[in-house]
């Protein structure tokens, strides 16, 4: 069974940086990507970005494209999200997601394509 576990969280200023880590142990060979999430309270979980474990595609939602950049270390089976020029509105509990079924396209957007959970990392941006 794998397990992911998040890292890097933290209280920070609009405009300054974040990088999160999602280490992954146990089913790491067969993960086909990794995603994250985040959820600010009162509002639905909502895609962040996604990465292809093997080729290292990537996708990002719209709100968080040229500040956001998702990476992985095959070697050290752990992902990555460098966060950017934060604002006040990406304070959210961040979670990684491990994908073990072959999802492309939208599909990778929809936390159903996602089989294996961390337990969220707090990341809160003042103005």
């Known amino acids: 069974q794998a397990q992911l576990v998040e890292s890097g969280g933290g209280l920070v200023q609009a405009g300054e940086s974040l990088r999160l880590s999602c280490a992954a142990s146990?089913?790491?060979?067969?993960?086909?990507?990794m995603g994250w999430f985040r959820q600010a309270p009162g509002k639905e979980r909502e895609f962040v970005a996604s990465?292809?474990?093997?080729?290292?595609?990537?996708y990002y939602a719209d709100s968080v494209k040229g500040r956001f950049t998702i990476s992985r270390d095959i070697a050290d089976n752990t992902g990555y999200l460098q966060m950017n020029s934060l604002k006040p509105e990406d304070t959210a509990v961040y979670y990684c997601?491990?994908?073990?079924?072959?999802?492309?396209?939208?599909?990778?957007?929809?936390?159903?394509?996602?089989?294996?959970w961390g337990q969220g990392t707090q990341v809160t941006v003042s103005s």
């Open positions: 997601a491990g994908q073990y079924r072959a999802r492309f396209g939208v599909l990778v957007t929809r936390s159903t394509s996602y089989d294996v």
């Open positions: 146990g089913r790491t060979v067969s993960m086909y990507g």
């Open positions: 990465i292809r474990w093997s080729s290292g595609n990537t």
